[in-house]
């Protein structure tokens, strides 16, 4: 009896030693298409709460698991997760394999380095921007592109003229003039267009930006110093889409976009209309417009040929016109006279052709033209500049795209005729440029690929430019990367920059092409990826940049002493250095992004290298955005640092804030925007104007001077809608 009382509990004791035993289990996470370990990713146990990430080898480990079945999540970056069970204890490594997601930023392919790769096996450094993001931006603004340009780290709209609104482009501290702006690859908006060419270009026909940061001459040839903006157009697809967008502001501005594709097995189509309509606007109450009362149309149809498979044809053609008043209010609603009034009447038709083909799976041979005219007539109290310019661009490119080895292969010819319909001071200018350039991407492995390129110009009058660039790519695995590049670039002066624009181009004598040089420069970039995942459901992302750009022989516009200005070349380089950061979390439905960027670009041919006018060294962002099928709902604010005026004062700096909200029904998406709600703008620091109604004198623009905007929208979707979450 005795013995087997002893049994019984031998035997419970045992049973309870068994199921209180705990195990471990080793889970190797391998990619399906590479057969290589995939570093970061997430092993979780639901029922438990307990997970790990995976080390060097793919591999992770957890403790401490009583026996039982589990169900578990493995998620990496990019590759589509897997959800199943497991028994524990499990006697051996346990191998999963994940494969990875055709609908990852990886596959996005980007245009603007010419080889039609994907995203992360590029060794120059392009920044995307596209799907949901670029629609947001759309609703914040629907008359042009500055939104989205204004908000992406490192870039700075730099406005130019109260009265006009004109806006340039400014890239790492670099003025606008060094940024090349490009629509499909053709250069139609530069020189004589200026900063009206971001007002003219209406966002809703766009399907992605990519900007490149640094010098790309070698890519696009003269003007790439500060780097380039590439607008890629949408093309027609098999099931029609028709979006019609109709906002109004507070600010009384009124805009209609339509934007209509379809196409067919041998024939596509894409249809863009936009007007816009802005009344006077003084937030101010300084008898001054912040707005110009604005009368803009733009359209631009484009029809699609495909006689083959292999081949595809296309042509577009893109008109606007613009006109825009501002200045004092009481001349500009009733006519009264003698008092100050600035206004441009712009006009532009381009078109633009492309025939492509595709010899075999490896090779393709393309050929494009485009041809621009630009007609603006600028008027203000005794001065009237008028003129027109006609651009043209040609350009033949080979591609041979193998196993490991991209070739690109081009030539082009560039001409560009400014012709000056003012009276007094005539500056015309016509330049011709032909180019030949080759680009090679060589991966050495599938951890390291690098890119070359040459390029060699021949510019009339000005000399010859042979322009070299390197990148070199290396992926350590699918969660970091690093990239480091630098090149060659230069630019053809003309009359047309930010200080001339600022004095309405008064007095300023023409280009001196004998006692002139052409500006050159120098770049280098150094970046660093990492992502993964920090939980679960936590996704982290993190970019740092860190670059240098020096120009030599920098265009500076002087006073001669006699009333006029005259160019000529810095005898000191223009030198900007800085670094940028760019962070992403993202959980469920929730993303949120944070920037950074310091921007330190010095005028080393001024005493005491001090640091150029207008460029804030500090600036930070931070947007949070909550995004499902129905919802879209963003708070950003944006703090923008201290800047020294061409007088040597310092600003003050401040933070602005934003807040949008989108409803998508199936028929259309309804939205609100209150952009700078907080009201910061420039007047509230300093004076906008000071003088006389007749003859005032404008400030140095640092800060927003149109305040607190309010829009109210709707995109009307005839064909449904097409979700990209």
Not at 134 to 153: D, G, Q, Y
Not at 425 to 437: H, I, N, P, Y
Not at 667 to 679: G, K, L, P, R, S
């Amino acid at each position: 009896m005795k013995n087997t009382i002893w049994s019984i509990v031998l035997l419970v004791f045992s049973f309870a030693y068994v199921n209180g035993q705990t195990h471990s289990i080793t889970i190797k996470v391998l990619s399906e298409d590479t057969n290589e370990p995939l570093i970061g990713a997430t092993v979780y146990l639901k029922d438990i709460d307990k997970g790990s990430i995976t080390d060097l080898d793919g591999i992770a480990v957890i403790n401490d698991i009583p026996k039982g079945i589990y169900a578990y999540k493995v998620s990496f970056l990019g590759f589509k997760s897997i959800e199943n069970t497991i028994e524990i204890p499990y006697p051996e490594i346990f191998t999963v394999y994940l494969h990875e997601d055709g609908e990852a930023l990886e596959e996005v392919i980007l245009e603007s380095n010419r080889s039609t790769r994907t995203f992360k096996r590029i060794p120059t450094r392009i920044e995307f921007i596209g799907g949901e993001e670029l629609s947001e931006k759309n609703a914040m603004n629907a008359t042009n592109i500055s939104m989205v340009l204004r908000e992406s780290t490192g870039i700075q709209m730099q406005q130019t003229s109260l009265s006009s609104g004109n806006a340039n482009i400014r890239i790492q501290g670099l003025d606008g003039r060094y940024t090349q702006l490009l629509r499909d690859g053709f250069p139609l908006y530069s020189g004589f267009s200026s900063g009206l060419s971001i007002l003219h270009i209406p966002p809703l026909d766009l399907k992605q930006f990519e900007i490149i940061k640094g010098s790309s001459s070698t890519l696009y040839g003269g003007g790439a110093i500060a780097g380039l903006v590439n607008l890629i157009s949408k093309t027609p697809e098999e099931e029609p889409d028709m979006d019609i967008m109709l906002t109004q502001t507070h600010a009384l501005g009124t805009t209609g976009n339509v934007f209509y594709s379809k196409r067919n097995e041998k024939f596509g189509v894409t249809l863009y209309g936009s007007g816009h309509y802005q009344k006077a606007f003084d937030p101010d109450d300084d008898e001054f417009s912040n707005l110009p009362e604005t009368k803009s149309i733009a359209i631009n149809p484009k029809f699609f040929y495909y006689p083959s498979d292999k081949t595809t044809f296309w042509f577009g053609v893109n008109a606007t016109y613009d006109d825009r008043l501002g200045g004092n209010l009481d001349a500009i609603e009733n006519n009264a006279d003698n008092l100050y009034t600035e206004e441009n009447i712009s006009r532009r038709l381009s078109t633009q052709t492309l025939y492509k083909s595709n010899i075999d799976a490896e090779k393709s041979f393309y050929i494009k033209n485009s041809f621009s005219y630009f007609d603006r007539d600028l008027t203000v109290p005794t001065i009237n500049f008028k003129g027109n310019q006609l651009n043209s661009f040609t350009e033949a490119v080979y591609k041979n795209i193998g196993e490991r080895t991209d070739w690109v292969f081009g030539a082009n010819l560039y001409t560009t005729d400014f012709d000056e319909e003012s009276i007094g001071l005539q500056r015309d200018q016509s330049d011709l440029t032909a180019g030949l350039f080759v680009n090679n991407i060589y991966d050495f492995t599938d951890n390291w690929i690098l890119e070359t390129g040459f390029r060699a110009d021949y510019a009339k009058d000005w000399g010859f430019f042979p322009l070299s660039k390197v990148s070199l790519l290396y992926k350590a695995n699918q969660s970091f990367s690093s990239r480091i590049g630098g090149g060659l670039g230069y630019k053809i002066p003309d009359i047309f920059t930010e200080e001339a624009e600022f004095i309405n181009f008064n007095n300023i004598l023409g280009i001196d092409k004998d006692n002139l040089e052409a500006e050159r420069s120098y770049g280098v970039n150094l970046d660093f990826n990492y992502e993964t995942y920090l939980t679960d459901e936590i996704n982290f992302s993190v970019n740092q940049l860190f670059y240098i750009t020096a120009i030599q022989k920098g265009l500076l516009l002087t006073n001669t002493g006699t009333g006029f200005f005259q160019y000529e070349n810095a005898d000191d380089n223009i030198v900007s250095r800085g670094a940028e950061t760019n962070i992403k979390f993202s959980y469920r439905d929730f993303r949120w992004f944070l920037n950074y960027a310091f921007i330190d670009t010095r005028l080393n041919y001024l005493d005491g290298n001090p640091q150029k006018p207008l460029t804030a060294r500090h600036n930070a962002g931070s947007v949070i955005m909550y995004e499902n099928e129905k919802w879209r709902l963003g708070f950003e604010s944006y703090y923008i640092g201290r800047q020294l005026l061409s007088d040597g004062t310092e600003t003050t700096d401040f933070i602005k804030m934003g807040l949008l909200g989108m409803r998508n029904f199936n028929w259309a998406t309804v939205f609100v925007n209150f952009e700078n709600f907080t009201d910061r703008r420039q007047s509230r620091f300093s004076p906008l104007v000071s003088g006389s109604n007749d003859n005032p004198t404008f400030a140095e623009i640092y800060a927003p001077t149109d305040g607190f905007i309010l829009s109210v929208g709707i995109i009307i979707k005839p064909f449904g809608q097409k979700h990209h979450h």
